[in-house]
């Protein structure tokens, strides 16, 4: 696959994640997390280029996808990602939430989505 066809697996799937969630009698088989948590690791195999491909999608329009790169970028780009986190965790819902408990576990030292 190519940077930019796993980075738009990554996308379709954390897209498709968010809409099974909110899906009433949604199947809890999480199988659009473990595409998109893989295509990550795949980018993140090809090194920073891989994870520069991915950067594309801090300008997302959806906010799920936003945030859920931002989450993984943290490392990478911190600033940039910091800057998505704390938007979206002004907000409310689940999304922001993910975003609040993001920017805290990397304020405590417990982020791990991308170690070095």
């Known amino acids: ?17 968010t809409e ?13 997390g473990e595409r998109y948590i893989a295509a990550f690791q795949e980018l993140r195999a090809r090194g920073d280029k891989g994870r520069e491909a991915l950067c594309v999608l801090l300008k997302h329009p ?6 859920t790169a931002a989450a993984f970028l943290l490392r990478y780009r911190t600033a940039e990602a910091k800057a998505v986190l ?11 939430f993910g975003a609040q408990q993001t920017l805290r576990g990397w304020e405590e030292g417990t982020w791990a989505l991308d170690p070095e």
Not at 86 to 93: L, P, R, S
């Open 86 to 96: 704390e938007e979206v965790a002004k907000g409310e819902g689940l999304i922001a």
């Open 20 to 32: 099974a969630i909110f899906q009433v009698g949604a199947d809890p088989e999480d199988t659009h």
């Open 1 to 17: 696959m190519t940077l930019e066809d796993l980075v738009r697996e990554f996308a379709e799937n954390v897209a498709a994640q």
């Open 62 to 67: 959806k906010v799920d996808v936003r945030t």
